[in-house]
């Protein structure tokens, strides 16, 4: 077997597509450089058009003529769109959201992973496909499914959620009386004497009890986590040994109900759907937001490497578009993903649909079929740049960094949210407050160009890290809060976030002072706090004034010293600490009692990595340097500029929207 090389593929749909055009496809995409092309994950009406009569003839032809080009096939289970018999049959198996609205046939995902009728007819069209494809020489892997969770799937209030919910509950507590102990239901009598009593959490004007919220969020993932795992399992019975099983995860990565790293637990790797910019967005996402996101995805499975299964290719949209980037742009969000660890990555969608939902889902091709520019530059990236392709993806990015975040915290906090600048609604099914204050606590690191990684306390060897940073920690295990302490002694780094240790593990509110477990390793008491919402406070770092957001707390110090202060006038808490730090053994605690703001978060940091040995570098406002080790062990750094001027790198220009590689 040879050296690893970097793979490009298409996602291509042959059933959208005039069986003439399948061979003059499989050739342009060989000549653009492309090794693989997905399909088959909306086909289940293809493959069995009838209950029981499955007919695979149109993949099977599919498969062979891209074979004939060189180009591989991925797999996609097709149980996002069921046929319409199986809803006719079953109408059952339609998801009700938490609203109370009625899926109805003919979206995608509308079907609850509760539903017994729903599970058999999918796990069984999985099976079929498995032992027909899985032995396949030109099959090389398979996508579970499409973007499971997304567009408010990951939450259902049906009859068939309500059975399972209830059997879940018997499960987990070993009584009733256990359960009720355990949610604090005496608040508001809401006792109950059985679990059958239960209800499932609905939009209220007030909210449900919070322990019941939360145990509902946690019972929607482990349904949706099953499933995936159901499938998997069929699979690897199944499938050649060499073919690969991953996902395609979304925008938020880390926002939603679902435990996408628990959901990706069994796959071999992590993969990720890639838009910059979608719909009636004004303009992109912030470059730094993409490079959290990639690290999120990255450490799902704890892996140097994932997969982009779907990579903007053109401008995107449902019903309304929006921002229009340059062909350069379009390109460097190609070499960004790889220059974080995607190892493959498919362009979506190879020719605009004609029809159907996704005609504002613009692709290589135009319904035209003519060779479009941004074909040309797309092939033109791969061609020119393969060697750098290759020479990334042999190596491994280099991480003295990591943002620890907590998904049952953001459970928590998607409907306790606290302020309402961790409100964030861009559409009626997320709320992405806590994705965006991540992104703030990500950003610093990006901007001084240490690269970081993203991960839950469970995956976390904390021993690999210089410095930890642990935004909206509220509820806190005591055991993860132990090693945290050790790693501080022996010499680590904390960059510790307000709300720290507020509640227990059953989300109570703790009986000792703010910031609870954490006091002793801050350093400091919190007796008093204010929610900033959408306002800022006038804080100072030394002379410099910038602002906090969000959040204020009101800290005590102990043996913590001051490093920032409020210094608002319009506060009565002006002039007390909004920052501190704490030496701790051989480490160093830093507290953020606010969300600084941009210029906050840069004078800060700069301060925090220089005084951790760490080295930042600030190349200016939109450069990036990622650091890699090379597989003959010498180190090297990826450069993206990810603006439309040029600009001077280690004594190199960098043209517009350009990568460039560096010897370290």
């Not at 995805?297 to 140097?304: A, L, N, Q, V």
């Not at 742009?329 to 960004?336: D, F």
């Not at 109570?508 to 703010?514: E, H, N």
């Amino acid at each position: 077997m040879g050296e690893k090389e970097f793979q490009f593929g298409i996602d291509y749909h042959p059933e959208h597509a005039d069986r003439s055009l399948w061979e003059s496809d499989a050739r342009r995409m060989k000549e653009m450089g492309v090794r693989l092309v997905r399909m088959m994950e909306f086909a289940w009406i293809i493959l069995e058009p009838q209950e029981g009569c499955q007919d695979f003839s149109l993949f099977d032809e599919v498969i062979d003529i891209f074979a004939g080009h060189g180009i591989k096939a991925v797999l996609g289970t097709p149980t996002a769109t069921p046929p319409v018999w199986l809803a006719e049959k079953h109408p059952d198996i339609i998801r009700i959201s938490i609203d109370g609205k009625v899926r109805q046939f003919g979206t995608r995902r509308e079907c609850c992973y509760n539903s017994a009728h729903y599970r058999e007819a999918g796990l069984s069209i999985v099976e079929s496909i498995a032992r027909h494809f899985g032995k396949n020489q030109n099959v090389v892997g398979w996508q579970i499914d499409n973007e499971l969770g997304h567009e408010g799937t990951d939450i259902c209030i049906c009859d068939n959620c309500k059975d399972k919910w209830h059997a879940w509950l018997r499960k987990k507590f070993p009584s009733v009386q256990a359960m009720n102990k355990t949610w604090g239901t005496v608040f508001w009598g809401a006792t109950y004497s059985s679990f059958e009593q239960v209800p499932i959490p609905t939009e209220q004007p007030l909210p449900h009890n919070a322990g019941l919220q939360l145990d509902y969020y946690r019972f929607c993932s482990d349904s949706a986590v099953s499933f995936v795992d159901d499938q998997i399992a069929i699979l690897r019975k199944h499938i050649d040994s060499e073919q690969w099983i991953s996902h395609n995860f979304y925008i938020p990565p880390v926002c939603n109900i679902i435990d996408h790293a628990r959901m990706a637990e069994n796959m071999d790797f992590a993969g990720y759907s890639n838009y910059p910019v979608w719909g009636d967005q004004d303009e992109p996402f912030p470059y730094y937001f993409n490079s959290y996101a990639f690290s999120a995805i990255r450490g799902f499975k704890d892996s140097p490497n994932f997969t982009i299964f779907e990579q903007f290719a053109e401008a995107q949209g449902h019903v309304c578009l929006g921002y229009l980037p340059s062909y350069d742009e379009i390109v460097l969000w190609t070499n960004h993903a790889i220059a974080h660890g995607a190892d493959r990555l498919f362009y979506f969608p190879w020719r605009t649909s004609r029809y159907g939902s996704e005609q504002l889902g613009y692709g290589i091709l135009d319904s035209d079929n003519a060779e479009s520019e941004r074909y040309r530059r797309l092939r033109q990236n791969i061609i020119k740049n393969r060697d750098v392709h290759d020479k990334i993806v042999r190596s491994s990015i280099i991480t003295p960094a990591c943002l620890i975040y907590d998904k049952d915290n953001m459970r928590v906090l998607w409907d306790q949210y606290l302020s309402k600048g961790l409100y964030e609604k861009p559409t009626p099914y997320v709320q992405a407050g806590y994705e965006l204050e991540l992104t703030r606590w990500f950003a610093p690191y990006v901007l001084f160009n240490i690269n970081a990684d993203v991960k839950k306390p469970s995956q976390v060897d904390l021993s690999r890290y210089s410095i930890i940073s642990l935004p909206m920690y509220q509820m806190a295990d005591p055991e993860f809060v132990g090693r945290i302490e050790k790693w501080v002694h022996e010499g680590g780094i904390l960059v510790l976030g307000w709300r720290a240790g507020a509640r227990d593990m059953n989300n109570f509110a703790i009986t000792d002072s703010l910031p609870g477990l954490f006091s002793e390793l801050a350093g400091l008491k919190i007796k008093r706090f204010e929610s900033l919402n959408r306002n800022k406070v006038k804080i100072k770092i030394g002379l410099i004034p910038a602002k906090g957001e969000v959040w204020a707390d009101l800290i005590e110090p102990v043996s913590a010293k001051a490093i920032a202060f409020y210094s608002d006038s319009k506060k009565h808490y002006s002039g007390t600490p909004a920052v501190t730090v704490n030496h701790y053994g051989k480490g160093t605690v830093y507290y953020l009692g606010t969300s600084p703001d941009p210029l906050g978060l840069f004078i800060l940091f700069r301060k925090i990595l220089k005084k951790g040995g760490l080295r930042p570098k600030f190349h200016g406002n939109g450069v990036e340097v990622i650091h890699r080790s090379g597989d003959d062990g010498k180190n090297f750094k990826v450069v993206l500029n990810h603006t439309a001027k040029s600009k001077l790198v280690s004594g190199k220009w960098i043209r517009p929207y350009g990568m460039m590689v560096l010897s370290e």
